[in-house]
């Protein structure tokens, strides 16, 4: 089934339902009066379109079962973004400037209501934000829910944590050659360091305490890419390097553990010209045991174009079992919570996201015309 729709608007907050010509309504409902989405969240599935040269963005719900658009959210320039762990709230990271394109900066966090993407609580950032559309760990959330984690890049670095509940910022800290925020359980998060180290920081009502862990990659000989995979239940967190190397880090209550990294692509696989590649790469399923991998045919460090297939391995035995050859380029890809995972692949030049069952890799249908050029996935679990 393909779904289509004509290109939004910029500025407008609205519910689109029955999307798809023929197909029965967006399960939504009139609730005093105001339209209620009442899909489950792992039926959810999350496309930012940064609009790139505009002084906004705006994030698409979609529903990857039935495949209907359910509405969209406006937002201000490159809006970073996550999702309650219960699903009930969105939060975005937001920047707008007083004439528009120019003027005065100020920069929001703003919560919306997960049934009805209508805004709620805003919270005023500290500056320096970091302004990039192809990073989704520049806002993540502790899995208690209680903690937003936001990354600021201001040529130095620094983590802001913000009270989810008392909404308010709780505390700043420094950061130095360490970026990008991996939580793992309760209070605990990670940030991948210049040094091939991780920082591994426990945040306790805006006090950090900071240790960095041992170097687990060599960055001279063969860096990680930071865009990375979550295995949420096992508190796990997946990159790949440039050489197709696979490493992981388990985020525990005290400790960072490193499991023992393996190949993905080999030297044969090298030799062809195959490479990793995308704005969102990996992605990872633990209900199933598989990891999933975005490549393409390029040289070296061309890790910002789009992949031609995705490669999938079983993480137990770290092999590789089938590979996907996608009908278009994609960029971003992503896995849905559940009992029937789906396998999501973004085309940022199509703007059309692709769906597949996650086990088998039967196609199930695409949604076109998913904005100007989106760039990130975001699920439940994420």
Request: net charge negative.
């Amino acid at each position: 089934m393909n779904c289509k729709r004509g290109r939004a608007p910029f500025l407008t907050l609205f519910l689109l339902a029955a999307a798809c010509s023929g197909e029965p309504a967006a399960p939504a409902f009139a609730e005093d009066s105001v339209r209620v989405i009442d899909v489950a969240a792992e039926n959810r599935a999350y496309v930012t379109d940064p609009l790139w040269i505009a002084p906004a963005g705006q994030i698409f719900a979609v529903d990857i079962a039935q495949q209907n658009f359910l509405g969209m959210i406006d937002t201000g320039y490159m809006p970073a973004f996550a999702i309650a762990p219960d699903h009930s709230s969105l939060y975005v990271a937001e920047t707008f400037f007083s004439r528009g394109s120019r003027g005065e900066q100020t920069d929001v966090l703003t919560v919306y209501d997960a049934r009805t993407l209508l805004p709620g609580d805003e919270i005023k950032l500290p500056p320096g934000r970091f302004l990039t559309a192809g990073k989704k760990e520049r806002l993540t959330i502790t899995p208690d829910g209680r903690t937003l984690l936001l990354f600021h890049l201001t040529t130095d670095q620094s983590v802001t944590a913000i009270d989810v509940r008392g909404r308010r910022v709780s505390g700043q800290t420094d950061t130095h050659g360490c970026t990008l925020t991996y939580p793992g359980k309760n209070n605990h998060f990670a940030m991948i360091c210049t040094d091939g180290s991780m920082l591994s920081v426990h945040v306790n009502d805006g006090d950090f305490e900071r240790v960095h862990t041992r170097k687990f990659f060599d960055p001279d000989r063969d860096p990680l890419m930071d865009q990375a995979a979550f295995d949420r239940a096992a508190s796990t967190v997946y990159f790949v390097s440039y050489d197709g190397v696979i490493y992981a880090a388990t985020i525990g209550d005290e400790s960072i553990d490193f499991p023992a990294q393996w190949t993905a692509i080999s030297a044969a696989d090298r030799a062809q010209g195959w490479r990793a590649g995308g704005a969102q790469m990996l992605a990872v399923s633990g209900a199933i045991n598989r990891l999933y991998l975005l490549v393409h045919r390029g040289g070296r460090f061309t890790h910002k174009e789009a992949g031609t297939e995705v490669w999938i391995y079983d993480l137990a035995q770290r092999k590789r079992l089938q590979r996907l050859t996608l009908p278009q380029p994609v960029d971003s890809i992503a896995i849905s919570a559940g009992a029937a995972p789906r396998l999501l692949a973004l085309s940022s030049d199509e703007a059309a996201l692709h769906i597949y069952d996650a086990r088998t890799l039967r196609p199930l249908g695409a949604m076109e015309e998913m904005g100007y050029g989106p760039s990130l996935i975001m699920v439940h679990g994420d």
